[in-house]
């Protein structure tokens, strides 16, 4: 059984506001990975590897609305992998102080009961942050007993888009 636990807790605690993260489309279809922090996903978000290829995570913004999801894939980022945590974390620099954000489980149509292979949370504050390169964010996950930390790179151009309202088909359940 999969389980995540995040280490490293850290003052700044947002609560999330709206359920509205991770919606996907039924269809599968194979996620181009290229193993690189510039991959594109899924859900044209990014797409980042997990330790050494083992997983991938793939961060959705959606400017607009200021909320970020996160996809758990397995190693080809062609698979959901669904876990039951209580949630994810992200740790990272506000002002030169160290902050956290909460992410909340959105449990898919395709994930078992009390797993989920998405987490979600709506908060301008790391949004914004995020656009900080100064921020360092990481996010801090545990899968099957062994702890990892992916470095969340948010550069690219949003002139003339937003990752909201894209309708990709999703890669199939694992």
Known sequence: MLRIFVSSFLAGVLAFSSPAYCQQSASPTAATAKHSY????????????VGKGEYHVEVVIEEKKKQISVYLLDKTAKSYIAIDAPFLAINL????????????????EIDQPGFSSCFGVASPELIDALHDSHSDARLALKITSKPYVVRIVHNHDHAGHDHAGHNHPAPKKK
């Not at 510039?38 to 590897?49: C, F, I, N, Y």
């Not at 620099?93 to 898919?108: C, E, H, N, S, T």
């Open 93 to 108: 620099k506000i002002g030169g102080k160290p902050a956290q954000f909460k992410l909340k489980p959105v449990p898919q």
């Open 38 to 49: 510039e991959a594109q996903g899924p859900h044209d978000g990014e797409l980042m590897e």
